[in-house]
């Protein structure tokens, strides 16, 4: 059954709705993978948000917020909280979605980290990219995830890099939090207030794949 593009922008029903939106690229070029998830519970009118930039020979570099307050979400998917404002812009369902940060997270000196404290560097960290499709999206249990093409920068710290690349991105809905692309490898657990993001760059296949759990 075809994917209906009203299921790409954020859900208007009623009742309690917990909605997923995922972004992702791995540039070999560069050493740099790049994974941003976005949560939003209805019933709470809450989110939570990560963004992970990690490579080969780069550190982890995290932002993350468990917990952000929404009155009302917007058709853009955007929040201003402390040190971060985010944005995600469906400009054609199914086809082209944009991704804007501007924050402050940190630099892990390792990835164990995530689990912990996250105590780290103050980073500087921006995102100004587009994701276009390449194929068709497929479904999944909760939703749906597609193949695009990645196409911008990338800012950490004095750093900026031009990316045009290949990436992934999912969306995901129901009534309760649920997986997302399970891992199959070694794999990296962040933990997002009682919630536990794992996610699993795959420098090999250039390509991430990553679950929720809690």
């Not at 070999?28 to 809450?46: C, E, I, K, M, N």
């Not at 952000?68 to 909280?81: G, H, N, P, T």
Request: charged share 25%; proline share 6%.
């Amino acid at each position: 059954m075809p994917i209906d593009p009203i299921d790409d922008l954020p859900h208007q029903r009623g009742g309690s709705v917990v909605e997923q939106w995922q972004f992702d690229f791995w540039s070999p070029a560069h050493d740099l993978g790049g994974w941003t998830h976005f949560t939003y519970d209805s019933a709470s009118r809450s989110g939570w948000y990560v963004t992970a930039l990690i490579g080969v020979h780069r550190p982890l570099v995290l932002v993350v917020d468990p917990k952000i307050q929404i009155r009302e979400l917007s058709q853009y998917l955007e929040f201003r909280a402390e040190g971060i404002w985010a944005q995600h812009v469906c400009e054609t369902p199914l086809e082209h979605w944009s991704v804007g940060l501007e924050a402050f997270g940190v630099s892990l000196e390792t990835v164990e980290d995530a689990m912990g404290d996250q105590w780290g560097d103050r980073t500087g960290v921006g995102l100004d990219l587009e994701w276009e499709r390449v194929n068709n999206p497929e479904p999944t249990d909760a939703g749906f995830r597609q193949r695009c093409s990645v196409a911008g920068e990338v800012l950490i710290d004095q750093e900026v890099i031009d990316l045009n690349v290949e990436g992934w991105r999912s969306r995901s809905w129901g009534s309760t939090l649920g997986l997302v692309d399970r891992p199959t490898g070694s794999c990296i657990p962040i933990r997002v207030g009682t919630t536990v993001l794992t996610v699993e760059p795959d420098f090999s296949g250039q390509r991430w794949r990553g679950h929720l759990s809690e």
